[in-house]
């Protein structure tokens, strides 16, 4: 870099080096802001660059070190300047923006005429399939008597929010912590309903109905039983929000689950508060009771209703096995045997996996709204469908006017060189296909590691991205959810090894030194670890108590620590995963 | 540690309104300010510092004049509007609120770090 030395003037580097005075004009050359606007933008990135200069050698950096450690912290200059020149327009007066709005709105106009003759042009889809129906099919196959939803909506409606609650639930406090007492008046106040919960849980299946007038009719009722009563008579007013070109799947509402979850809170502090009395089989109904309502979540027909019944069977899980442990040392026969016949424990051949058939029916509704039909199954991508699908699922409420325009550009650009409808199908199933291969195979197989950016890989490249862009946007990487799913499972099998280990203790005297040294029938599961394919490791501690523990997602047996570490993809995990005792760190 | 940019990106105009609460400051003091207070995990490249101080201007929470400082140098230096000082209240409790969320969604909150209760 000789050519920055002859610039140097003095230490107050009045004139810049060449390749800082060069980054400046690019940058600035680039904006393309008006002329005012680039003289203020030059001198300060000017100013910038002086300041810079004469701090980094006063730290005794060369002249050439700290032009180059400037330049190089500056980043990328196209990037820069397109962005200097976003934020310096929203500054410009208003009178200029009303000028610019008006003419983008007629360009938009113009847009949307251009998109309606291309609609014409491309044809309408014409759906010939209910795959809301199809979802629905589990559900009406469960003869109403069996489902809980109905009892379920009734305590929705009649659940009460007291003053804290908010604070209570997402803390989750024990007995004697700052929240506790506001956590002991939700509780209270909603006594009336924690029967009908129990009684829902009982039943063998959710039920919930998706899509139709009753969510419509529920949110309304919702509302008014939390005293919105403007809102709901809005919503009555508005009707249901039905897009007769919208795919149907896509707009089905699941408003349920953030109740189910509060339901799930209140029986866990319930319970607290019950083993804090000395009421164990009382605690663990309780317990037990969210253990079967997150199953109901977790046969639903969404991934999201899925992944939330594993937060419930989490935190259910992980409060009967701090019980247990705390009782380790004087639970009765007749508890353990009560325990054991509870719904956790009762169904150990049951594997819990992610159940992804409802993603592929979402997907199929998309295709038949966002493409032709010529009745040979094959057809052409809608540019307008395509790009109501996109503003479903990535609204942006910062949009500035003209993006409007870039957006429909885009679509238009998209739809040019799209994979027709037979390809599209083809190309989903096939890569569908593989994903489902790969998720079969155990987490310590290596193989898995292509799950992690499968879809980019196959659709790298911009062409092979335009050509089934409708694929890119909306096959999910299923990896985590099916992760987290098997380490669902693994959580109960490391139930079912805690009842073993107790009832060892409780029979012979002592604990194990390894679970498979357990006689035979203690284990009702094979406590199999998802990351090594062996048993859970299962030992005692210098002061005798027992630890039993998973070698976790970096697949090392670190004897069971607890230190928080950075796993895949960023997610913070701890170096093994401990169940007992309680499970620290998740 | 590097945080991803999306991350950042709500993220930055945060802390460059804390940081301007305090007094002016002109575009090197932010850079080097908000990397030493936050022990160097917030960096913010120039690329990034001025279009966000653009954006703040625009919408009207900071403003900026020419001064002239030690040395006969021209700097532009940024300060908190009233509107700006607003804003931040309501960003930092909405913050405080966000970490104490995703607490309780990574860690498990309350659950994840407390003792558990004896008979």
């Known amino acids: 870099m000789s050519d920055s030395a002859p610039s140097m003037q003095s ?36 100013s910038h660059f002086r300041e810079g200069l004469i701090e980094l050698t006063q730290e005794g950096l060369s002249l050439d070190e700290s032009v180059d450690a400037l330049r190089d ?20 007066p208003m009178i200029w923006k009303f000028l610019i709005g008006t003419a983008v709105a007629g360009l938009t106009g113009l847009g949307a005429g251009a998109g309606y003759v291309a609609v014409a ?24 008597d069996d489902r809980a939803w109905p009892i379920l909506r009734e305590v929705i409606l009649n659940m009460k929010e007291t003053e804290g609650f908010e604070e209570a639930r997402s803390t989750m406090p024990l007995p004697g912590e700052a929240t506790w007492p ?57 009707g249901p929000n039905e897009d007769p070109l919208a795919p149907p799947t896509i707009s089905i509402l699941l408003p349920h689950l953030a109740d189910l979850r509060d339901m799930g809170r209140l029986l866990v502090l319930e319970a607290r508060d019950r083993f804090y009395h000395g009421d164990f089989t009382a605690a663990w109904n309780s317990l037990d009771a969210v253990h079967r309502l997150a199953m109901q979540l977790v046969g639903g027909q969404t991934l999201i209703e899925q992944l939330v019944g594993r937060a419930m069977l989490a935190i259910a899980h992980q409060d009967m096995r701090r019980m247990l442990f705390e009782v380790r040392d004087t639970i009765t026969s007749d508890q353990l045997t009560g325990v054991a016949a509870s719904h956790a424990l009762s169904e150990p051949e049951r594997v819990l996996r992610a159940n992804l058939d409802g993603e592929q ?21 809608i540019p307008s469908q395509y790009d109501r699908v996109t503003w479903l699922g990535h609204a942006d409420p910062t949009a500035q006017p003209g993006d409007a325009l870039a957006r429909e550009a885009r679509t238009m650009s998209i739809a040019a060189v799209h994979a027709d409808r037979r390809e599209t199908l083809a190309k989903y199933f096939e890569l569908w296909s593989r994903m489902k291969e790969l998720l079969a195979l155990p987490l310590y197989d290596t193989r898995r590691a292509e799950l992690s950016n499968l879809v980019e890989q196959s659709l790298a490249g911009e062409m092979t991205g335009r050509r089934f862009a409708l694929i890119g946007l909306l096959l999910p990487s299923l990896s985590n959810a099916d992760q987290s799913m098997r380490e669902m499972d693994m959580e109960l099998s490391a139930l079912h ?60 047996d670190d004897g069971g620590s607890t230190e928080s570490v950075t796993g895949s993809g960023g997610r913070p995990t701890t170096k093994d995963i401990v169940y007992w005792p309680e499970r620290l760190g998740r | 540690m590097q945080i991803e940019r999306e991350l950042l990106k709500g993220v930055l105009p945060l802390a460059v309104l804390k940081l301007l609460k305090r007094r002016a400051m002109y575009g090197y003091e932010l850079v080097t300010e908000v990397a030493s207070r936050s022990d160097g995990v917030l960096k913010l490249g120039q690329s990034t510092l001025y279009p966000l101080l653009y954006n703040l201007e625009a919408q009207g929470l900071v403003e900026s004049e020419w001064r002239e400082s030690e040395g006969s140098r021209d700097r532009k230096y940024y300060k908190l509007t009233d509107k700006g000082m607003q804003r931040l209240e309501r960003d930092l409790t909405q913050w405080e609120a966000l970490v104490r ?19």
């Not at chain 1, 200059?77 to 500054?91: D, F, S, T």
């Not at chain 2, 969320?101 to 008979?119: F, K, T």
Request: a neutral charge; proline letters at 6%; glycine letters at 10%.
């Open chain 1, 182 to 238: 506001q956590a002991m008046k939700w509780v209270s106040e909603n006594r009336h309903v924690l029967p009908n919960i129990l009684a829902a849980a009982n039943k063998s299946a959710l039920g919930f109905v998706y899509g139709g007038s009753d969510t419509h009719d529920f949110l309304i009722a919702r509302a008014r039983s939390r005293g919105f009563h403007e809102e709901a008579d809005q919503m009555q007013q508005d």
């Open chain 1, 73 to 92: 912290g500056f980043g990328d200059p196209e990037l820069a300047a397109k962005l200097i020149r976003r934020g310096k327009k929203r500054g410009r």
């Open chain 1, 11 to 46: 230490d107050s580097f009045e004139a810049l080096p060449v390749p800082l005075v060069e980054l400046v004009r690019r940058v600035v050359r680039t904006t393309r802001l008006w002329p005012g606007e680039r003289r203020d933008v030059q001198a300060e990135l000017e």
């Open chain 2, 101 to 119: 969320g995703m607490g309780q969604l990574v860690l498990g909150g309350g659950e994840a770090q407390l003792s558990w209760i004896r008979l």
């Open chain 1, 361 to 381: 029916l979402f997907f199929q509704d998309v295709v038949q709204y966002v493409f032709t039909d010529d009745g040979t199954g094959n057809g052409r991508l």
């Open chain 1, 121 to 144: 042009y491309f044809g309408k889809p014409s759906p010939s399939v209910d795959y809301v129906a199809k979802i629905n099919e589990p559900v009406h196959q469960t003869p109403e």
């Open chain 1, 497 to 556: 090894a805690i009842v073993g280990v107790l009832r060892c203790k409780l029979e012979h005297g002592s604990y194990p030194s390894q679970l498979s040294d357990l006689p035979p029938g203690y284990l009702s599961r094979d406590p199999i670890d998802a990351f090594s394919g062996l048993y859970l490791r299962f030992r005692l501690s210098p002061d005798g108590a027992p630890v039993l523990y998973s070698i976790g997602r970096d697949m090392v």
